[in-house]
Structure formats: C-alpha cells, structure tokens
C-alpha cells in the first residue's frame, strides 16, 4: 500500500481538490493507498472537511493537533501513523503535482528506496522567494557534511523502512530535508514543475517566516557557524597582536603624548563588544537546541483522529 501524507495548516479550500486529484492518479496507477491529513492546528474549517472526506471514503484518515505544532511536526505524525509499504510526502496545497506519483512508485519498483521531487521549475512564487529560495538550497548543500541535493522539497517518496529509520530519529527543531539524506540507502530525483498555490496563501513567505527555518536548516546539519566564531577570534586576535607592537612604538617613538586616547578606546570596546556578542550568540543558538533536547517533550500532542486507531502511538526514546 501507498500512503499519501499531507500536512494541512489552514487549507479547507484545497482539500476536496487534493483528495480528487489524488483519487484520479491512485485510479489510474492501480495502487491500494490511503491518504492521511494532518491538521496542524487550523484556524479554519480543515478539521471537518478532513472528518467530511473521511465519512465518504474511509481511505481517507486523519488527525488533528491540539496547536499549531509546525510543518516538520506535521509531517513527523504522518510518518508515524502511515501504515503504507511506501509513503509520499506532499504539500497539500497542490504545488507539488500528485500526477508524479506513478513515476515516483515505478522508480521506487526499480529498487529505489528514496525518490525525490527536484523543483526544475517553480510557478507563481514571489521573485524574492525564488531568489532566497535559491540561495538557501546552495548555502546548505555547501556547508553540511550530509548530502542534500538542490532545489528539493519535501516532495518525496520512502520505502518503509527509510521511514521506519526517520521515525526512530526523534530530535527537536527538526529538518526533513536533511534528515532524508541522512539515513542513506538508494536515493535518487525526478524533475518536475512546482506549481502555483490551488488556494489561500503561502505560510512560508516573509523573511520572518523563512529566517527561522534556514537557521534551523543550517544548525541542525552543520557546525560551520561554530567554526566560523573561532576564526573570528583567531582573526581579531592575531590583528590584535600586531596593533599592540604598533601601539607600544608609537607611544615611545613619539616625543609627545600622540596617541590620543578616548575615540581609539571607543572604537575598539565597540567593535569587540559586538564581536563578541555575535559570538555568544552562535553558541546560544546551539544551546537553545540542547536546551530543548534535554527537555524531552513530545514532538506534537494530538487532539483528535479520524480512521486512525487510538492504541497506534508513536516510539518515544523515552518509552
Ligand atoms: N503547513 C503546516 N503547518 C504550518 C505551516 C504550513 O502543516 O505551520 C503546511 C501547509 O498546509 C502546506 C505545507 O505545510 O500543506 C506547505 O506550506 P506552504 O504552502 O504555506 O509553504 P510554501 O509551499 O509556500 O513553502
Ligand atoms: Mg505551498
């Protein structure tokens, strides 16, 4: 069996298209599935038009959490309560085309045990978003030691036992999309043309929004941010050392006092006070993520469920 997890965060408009796309393309490729909606805490009617398609097609299944608990949240229940031989990762706003899923099962048939959407091309997005886009799927490709390939989403197909192996990987502050290539196995792309939004608006668009996920992205594969700190401190040190001799001549070479002092005092406090709190900040933001490790709290708190039976829970470490 083929399951279809689409995490839903304010989507009531897209999901009865979502579900008949898929019913269209399931139909055609002559595959048992089941389609499992998560509703990541919605504001709006999500949570019934889920119970709706529920009721009318019991392949339909689905949960709700009790908050808003993020994307990578959602994604994480999908996986833990999908029951398919392979699971699809789609957006369920329709900008990741459900007509690619035969190719992504035939390639997964081949032997392949992760198959992944490669964005050739993205439609009605902002120009700012393609371009940042861009940026961060060259920046994180460069800078982590795990293998994550270009403009690829988190449209993806796994075989059950790469997703038995990401359920097992219960960190916070989590990134799919590194987490994927991490595991390892058979990996391979198909291309295909991201499309525009079905309905309602992108939550992932201002740089507000988008700022905390490539941080995340970036700390959660890399300590290059780390790194960078030390040499920093190597750089502003060694600068240092060789100021300090030119200071020291100055100051005995030159009759009068020439070295007037305050504005030169100023300027190097400032500029090493911001130094350093650039510094202290790199070191928090890697200790707020063990800060959040040691607290040990479940990923997500579910609130209510449709086809899904209760007694099925995830494996916490800690159980
Ligand atoms: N989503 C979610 N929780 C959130 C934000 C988004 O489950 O807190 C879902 C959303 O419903 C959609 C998918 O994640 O199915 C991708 O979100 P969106 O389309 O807004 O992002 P974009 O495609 O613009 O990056
Ligand atoms: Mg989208």
Same mark, same amino acid.
């Given at each position: 069996?083929?399951?279809?997890?689409?995490?839903?965060?304010?989507?009531?408009?897209?999901?009865?298209?979502?579900?008949?796309?898929?019913?269209?393309?399931?139909?055609?490729?002559?595959?048992?599935?089941?389609?499992?909606?998560?509703?990541?805490?919605?504001?709006?009617?999500?949570?019934?038009?889920?119970?709706?398609?529920?009721?009318?097609?019991?392949?339909?299944?689905?949960?709700?959490?009790?908050?808003?608990?993020?994307?990578?949240?959602?994604?994480?229940?999908? $996986?833990?309560?999908?029951? /398919?031989?392979? @699971?699809?990762?789609?957006? +369920?706003?329709?900008?990741?085309?459900?007509? #690619? *899923?035969?190719?992504?099962?035939?390639?997964?048939?081949?032997?392949?045990?992760?198959?992944?959407?490669?964005?050739?091309?993205?439609?009605?997005?902002?120009?700012?978003?393609?371009?940042?886009?861009?940026?961060?799927?060259?920046?994180?490709?460069?800078?982590?030691?795990?293998?994550?390939?270009?403009?690829?989403?988190?449209?993806?197909?796994?075989?059950?036992?790469?997703?038995?192996?990401?359920?097992?990987?219960?960190?916070?502050?989590?990134?799919?999309?590194?987490?994927?290539?991490?595991?390892?196995?058979?990996?391979?792309?198909?291309?295909?043309?991201?499309?525009?939004?079905?309905?309602?608006?992108?939550?992932?668009?201002?740089?507000?929004?988008?700022?905390?996920?490539?941080?995340?992205?970036?700390?959660?594969?890399?300590?290059?941010?780390?790194? $960078?700190?030390?040499?920093? /401190?190597?750089? @502003?040190?060694?600068?240092? +050392?060789?100021?300090?001799?030119?200071?020291? #001549? *100055?100051?005995?070479?030159?009759?009068?006092?020439?070295?007037?002092?305050?504005?030169?005092?100023?300027?190097?406090?400032?500029?090493?006070?911001?130094?350093?709190?650039?510094?202290?900040?790199?070191?928090?933001?890697?200790?707020?993520?063990?800060?959040?490790?040691?607290?040990?709290?479940?990923?997500?708190?579910?609130?209510?469920?449709?086809?899904?039976?209760?007694?099925?829970?995830?494996?916490?470490?800690?159980?």
């Amino acid at each position: 069996m083929i399951s279809i997890i689409a995490p839903v965060y304010n989507e009531e408009k897209v999901l009865p298209e979502l579900y008949r796309r898929i019913v269209a393309v399931m139909v055609s490729a002559d595959e048992p599935w089941e389609l499992l909606l998560i509703n990541d805490g919605s504001k709006d009617q999500s949570a019934e038009v889920i119970a709706q398609l529920h009721n009318q097609d019991n392949r339909v299944r689905g949960l709700s959490f009790s908050r808003n608990f993020g994307f990578q949240e959602a994604v994480t229940a999908g $996986l833990d309560y999908a029951r /398919g031989d392979a @699971v699809v990762l789609t957006d +369920a706003d329709l900008q990741d085309p459900p007509e #690619l *899923i035969p190719e992504m099962i035939a390639k997964w048939r081949e032997g392949y045990d992760v198959v992944y959407g490669v964005r050739s091309v993205r439609e009605g997005e902002t120009w700012f978003k393609k371009m940042t886009a861009k940026a961060f799927y060259r920046l994180i490709h460069r800078i982590t030691s795990v293998n994550i390939p270009l403009d690829t989403g988190d449209f993806r197909l796994m075989d059950r036992r790469v997703v038995d192996a990401i359920r097992g990987m219960r960190e916070r502050n989590r990134f799919l999309r590194g987490m994927v290539p991490w595991v390892g196995f058979k990996q391979i792309g198909v291309p295909y043309v991201r499309q525009a939004r079905y309905a309602g608006t992108s939550k992932f668009e201002s740089v507000g929004q988008m700022l905390p996920f490539a941080i995340n992205a970036i700390t959660s594969f890399s300590y290059l941010p780390l790194r $960078l700190a030390t040499y920093l /401190g190597f750089i @502003v040190a060694s600068l240092s +050392a060789v100021a300090i001799v030119l200071v020291v #001549l *100055i100051r005995l070479m030159t009759p009068s006092v020439a070295l007037e002092g305050q504005a030169t005092t100023l300027t190097m406090v400032l500029f090493l006070g911001g130094i350093q709190l650039i510094c202290l900040g790199i070191i928090g933001e890697y200790l707020g993520r063990i800060y959040d490790e040691v607290k040990g709290r479940p990923l997500y708190l579910i609130d209510q469920t449709w086809g899904i039976e209760a007694v099925r829970r995830p494996s916490y470490h800690d159980d």
